[in-house]
């Protein structure tokens, strides 16, 4: 009897035998000590002896090497080494990738996928359950607190704990940061989240208990071995935990946090996956059809500072009832002068603000109010609430304004300080009290307040950049549980300037004031804010170097370096202009309260301006929301706009129209991150990684006598790596220093990653004492391979230009593509992989497609542009088009390989009908084949392979619809598509089809851009790239700047429908084209292409 067998009769548990069923997962089986030796000893003799590893045999390694690497992991990355050392020889990558997938079937159980590609050690480590040795003493305590915050982080923002795993890796030790660990936590979460569904709020039996009375097969739901003590302790804990108050259908929230060593404040958002139109259209205070009109766009917070940081891209659905919100790279703000002021969201649409409004979370810190935070042993704690506070923890972190008592003094344990506070830990309840206002804070207690209040109203701006304040009294909306907003009494709202005591009702004081809400005796909630009368003017004239301000609350106005006159509620500063600002201070009284708000300069000029003034240097593509375009002239008829270039690769091309300013005639402003996708387009005709692009002003009327320049580029800095016996340090150049700032340079991580496998392991470097950034590696850590490429991040986000570094190591490469990337030859490199690349597309079954696909992994965490092996790839129709199908298990993986290759001189829209033929029956053979290995119907694998494309990838694009055609031309077993266009075109009129298709959504184009700026230096195809039969009265009786944006989807879906090529130029267009309006650009080259294959492809039967 084999060791399977005998687990399996002992355990009274077996894999199904269909393929259609899931298996319980491996930690089920609870594989005893003799069990794992007698495992042990059967998988090394299959190992020497060459037998096949499918089947069984994979089975039985999967299971020893699941529960070995359980029982033995005590810490930092997890590593197959520690398996095959345990089993007396050796693996290579691809064949141990294959063991891992044949024995995952055995199993009947799933992969796990991240975004990051296929973890066939994390699977494994997964099925094994979590680590004994996590909860070791001094450990728990962490891993308790990282499993709580996913948990309540995933039942708050409804979503599953994969999303939100990362903002929670804060709370471990450096030791256990990484990306299995991550992995797990999240599959855990899940599976707690599951089982705290099926048990009641208020539990008061052993929860255990209760769930083996209502499931008893919960244990096989969650990857703990309950049998352990200390596993039974972490999973009651994690069942009894308070249960998280959902986030209703808020689409974004400020979260403030208080990170440690040292202590100091962060604010971030926090985004839902969807959010209906309604809801976005809510937190923006925009009118929910016209919303609706736009299908995309970006929302950013806006710091008092003026900083843009960039928070997520929202897209309209099919069904045009809910956004998609993809989140962006996490952004936060940090500067002590911009952590306690407000926080907004802005949306942007084309480069034109439509949205300025207040979110949950980004109200300001009072000055002399308590901010309450999480306890626990934790790194990053978020912010509670300000002022009086009841939570069922244990323990809470409080920072008490300078001049406020604690009583009990002996509740509360100072810790450090904040901001000129003094930070404490509470454990019992106490009061604080700063000889006006009271506040209780209570630890233990029976629940959590999660009360949360946000202001309302007209929210505005003095231009562009200038300060904030709420025009008219605003309205004061508590949110509750259910997404139900109130509105709080106005008559138990109270207000004062601030510096004054006396509190009066709202309405009887204008400026920078204090407000609170009093209920029950009680401060329920307290901020500050600007608050100006609703009639309130302020007008500039750059014409007459004036600006004028009108309100009949107003009493005079107080600005540095301007002449005054004033009458009657009405006050015009006269600038000199003597000095170079942007902005000015302008004080205003009014007959109760004042303040003073930043108002732009009125003064003839354009300047870019980042967040420390006027522009200086070159900026990075990801930080362009910080940067903003200013043009001031005194003829209001005037008009400006931004132009782009690669120098020697593109001609000066027009990206942005300047929109007006509300509120200041004469100032035309465009924060910069809205033509992000612009820039990145320009960057993908190349794919060196030092070019740059420049921006400049262009006017439509004078000539500027002064226009600047501004740099833009892919990195923020390029390392500078010096060798030396012992190893090799790192450092930056001063320049680098001064942009990054020491809080930038703090974050900053450097690791180094096999050239040839980069998917493999990463070498963390490290930071030297030093007055100046420094890191260093041993030499003795490089010698496992002979290339290596550096890169410096700040968490997920590349910002180091990344570099080869050179080791000695005798290691051989493993295949003919390891081999050819480590060739220091670049022409015979990059021939020697398009060839291969070449050859590989029709024969799936090469085993260099494991490494195609091991590089493929890294697209969405490391540039596209990186590596060689993408490049060539996207340079290679046919293997870019049977990498898209064979190295994509998931949607994920799907859309990382469809967005990676993006970033390149490469379009999916431009690969030719041929090379999806070539995919398509490459993909027959390997689909036959591969069911044959592990008895699979043929069919069956077929269904399961193409999943990703079928029911995926038209999310992505309509052209997943077209290949889907193709694919079922071609594949036997292929599912049929619903929407068969490819047939409509072969049994009909294909051009009056094609017509009668496109023309309701060109009038839906029309209809969403009336009156907007539309894309210029978009050219038509060339000739050569034109088929003869060419509906081009589709394109009859519109404007001539807008025939392009008709004609080149639909040309560029012919052309490559009649495997014609197109040239770079066109590729620039097409780019232009769809950042402009991806519907269209989607639909009418999917239809394009459609009718071309139709003339090429076998008519259905």
């Known amino acids: 009897m084999t060791v399977l067998r005998r687990i399996f009769q002992r355990s009274g548990l077996r894999p199904p035998a269909s393929g259609l069923e899931s298996g319980p997962p491996l930690y089920a089986y609870q594989v005893t000590d003799a069990e794992l030796e007698d495992l042990r000893r059967e998988v ?84 094994g359950g979590l680590p004994l040795h996590l909860l070791a003493e001094g450990r728990d305590r962490y891993i308790k607190d990282f499993f709580r915050s996913i948990i309540r982080q995933a039942e708050r923002l409804q979503v599953p704990a994969a ?50 009375r209502t499931r008893p097969d919960w244990r096989q739901r969650v990857p703990l071995r309950v049998d352990e003590s200390a596993f039974a302790e972490l999973l009651r804990g994690l069942l009894r935990e308070a249960r998280a108050t959902p986030a209703g259908d808020t689409p974004v929230e400020i979260v403030t946090v208080l990170r440690a060593s040292p202590f100091r404040l962060e604010r971030r958002a926090s985004v839902k996956e969807r959010c209906s139109v309604a809801s976005l259209a809510r937190l923006l205070r925009l009118p929910a059809d016209g919303l609706a009109r736009h299908l995309r766009l970006t929302l950013s917070m806006l710091d008092a500072r003026g900083e843009h940081h960039a928070v997520a891209i929202a897209r309209l659905d099919r069904t045009q009832t809910s956004y998609l919100l993809e989140r962006l790279s996490e952004s936060p703000v940090r500067r002590d002068g911009a952590t306690c002021a407000a926080v907004r969201i802005v949306a942007t649409v084309g480069g034109r603000e439509i949205a300025f409004a207040e979110p949950p979370g980004g109200s300001p810190l009072v000055d ?505 790839l996207s340079q290679v129709p046919a293997a870019a088009a049977s990498a898209l199908i064979r190295c994509c298990g998931d949607e994920a993986a799907l859309g990382r390989v469809w967005r990676g290759l993006d970033e390149l001189p490469f379009l999916w829209e431009a690969v030719p009908l041929d090379a999806w033929v070539v995919a398509a029956t490459a993909f027959g053979s390997y689909a036959s084949t591969l069911g044959a290995q592990i008895s699979m119907p043929t069919e069956q694998m077929t269904r399961a392979m193409l999943r990703p494309l079928i029911e995926s990838g038209p999310t992505l694009s309509h052209f997943f619809e077209a290949i889907h055609c193709v694919f079922a031309r071609l594949v036997p077993g292929c599912p049929q598509p619903t929407s068969d266009a490819l047939s409509m075109f072969q049994s009909s009129g294909s051009l009056p089809m094609l017509d009668l298709l496109l023309e309701p959504v060109k009038q839906e184009l029309l209809r969403r851009h009336e009156g907007e700026w539309w894309p210029t230096d978009v050219e038509v195809l060339d000739a050569a790239e034109r088929p003869i039969e060419f509906p081009s009265g589709i394109a009859d009786g519109v404007a001539g700047y807008v025939r392009p944006v008709i004609l080149v989807p639909l040309q560029a879906g012919i052309a490559a429908g009649s495997n014609l090529g197109v040239s770079s130029n066109s590729l620039l267009s097409l780019r232009r084209v769809r950042t402009f309006d991806p519907p269209w650009f989607e639909f009418a080259h999917a239809m394009g292409f459609t009718y071309a294959a139709a003339r090429h492809l076998p008519r259905g039967s």
């Open 44 to 127: 090394e003799h299959d190992l020497r002896s060459r037998v096949r590893m499918t089947g069984s045999p994979a089975g039985a390694f999967c299971l020893f090497a699941a529960e070995y690497l359980c029982r033995t992991y005590v810490g930092g990355p997890w590593r197959w080494q520690v398996v095959f050392d345990e089993l007396g020889c050796e693996a290579s990558q691809p064949g141990r990738d294959k063991w891992v997938r044949a024995g995952m079937y055995y199993w009947r159980r799933p992969i796990i996928q991240t975004a990051a590609g296929q973890r066939l050690l994390t699977s494994l480590v997964c099925e």
């Open 163 to 212: 999303h939100v795993v990362g903002q929670c890796v804060d709370a471990l030790p450096a030791t256990l940061r990484n990306e299995t660990v991550e992995d797990l936590g999240a599959v855990l979460a899940d599976a707690v989240i599951e089982l705290r569904r099926l048990l009641p709020e208020q539990l008061v039996e052993d929860p255990l208990v209760a769930l083996t």
């Open 368 to 872: 002399d109010v308590p901010w309450v935070f999480e306890g626990g042993d934790r790194p990053v704690r978020a912010l509670r609430r300000q002022g009086p506070y009841r939570s069922s923890a244990g323990e809470l972190i409080v920072a008490v304004p300078a001049g406020t008592s604690l009583v009990p003094t002996g509740a509360a344990r100072p810790i450090g300080q904040l901001l000129g506070r003094t930070l404490v830990a509470v454990t019992a309840p106490l009061r604080a009290s700063n000889g006006e206002d009271e506040w209780e804070i209570c630890t233990s207690s029976q629940d959590d307040d999660d009360e949360t209040f946000v202001l309302t109203g007209e929210l505005s701006r003095a231009g562009f950049a200038g300060s904030e304040f709420w025009r008219g009294v605003p309205r004061l909306q508590q949110i509750h549980d259910s997404g139900l907003r109130t509105d709080a009494p106005a008559v138990d709202l109270q207000v004062r300037p601030v510096g004054q005591r006396s509190w009066m009702h709202l309405g009887s004081a204008w400026g920078d004031l204090e407000l609170r809400y009093r209920r029950d005796s009680e401060i329920a909630f307290r901020t500050r804010t600007m608050v100006m009368p609703a009639d309130l003017q302020i007008r500039i004239d750059a014409r007459s170097s004036t600006i004028q301000i009108a309100a009949q609350e107003l009493v005079a106005v107080v600005c540095e370096g301007t002449r005054t006159a004033a009458s009657g509620g009405e006050c015009t500063l006269t600038w000199s202009g003597a000095e170079s600002r942007t902005s000015l201070p302008v004080t205003m009284e009014f007959r109760v309260g004042s303040a003073t708000l930043s108002v732009p300069a009125p003064v003839r000029r354009v300047i870019f301006e980042g967040r420390d003034g006027p522009l200086d240097g070159p900026v990075v593509i990801d930080r362009l929301g910080q940067v903003r375009a200013r043009a001031i002239s005194p003829d209001p008829s005037d008009r400006f706009g931004l132009e782009a270039r690669i120098q020697g690769l593109t001609p000066w091309t027009q990206v942005a129209r300047l929109p007006p300013t509300g509120g200041a005639d004469g100032v035309w402003e465009l924060g910069l991150d809205s033509i992000r996708d612009q820039l990145t387009d320009m960057f993908a005709i190349s794919y060196h990684l030092d070019i740059e692009v420049e921006v400049r002003f262009t006017a439509y009327g004078p000539p500027l006598p002064h226009n600047p320049a501004m740099r833009v580029r892919r990195y923020e800095a390029k390392p500078v790596v010096t060798y030396s016996e012992t190893g090799l340090s790192v450092t930056l150049e001063d320049d680098a220093v001064q942009r990054f700032g020491s809080a930038g340079t703090g974050l900053l991580e450097l690791e180094l990653r096999p050239l040839g496998q980069p998917d493999s392991i990463s070498v963390q470097l490290e930071r030297m004492a030093s007055p100046t950034p420094c890191w260093s590696l041993a030499r003795s850590a490089l010698v496992d391979f002979p290339a290596w490429i550096l890169l410096g991040k700040i968490r997920d986000r590349v910002r180091l230009r990344p570099l080869v570094v050179s080791a000695e190591s005798t290691r051989a490469s493993e295949n003919v593509v390891e081999t050819l990337i480590l060739d220091t030859d670049k022409v015979r490199r990059r021939n020697g992989l398009r060839t291969v690349l070449g050859e590989i597309a029709s024969a799936w079954d090469r085993p260099e497609w494991d490494t195609t696909t091991m590089f493929l992994n890294t697209l969405g965490s490391f540039p596209a542009t990186m590596f060689d092996l993408v490049d060539c």
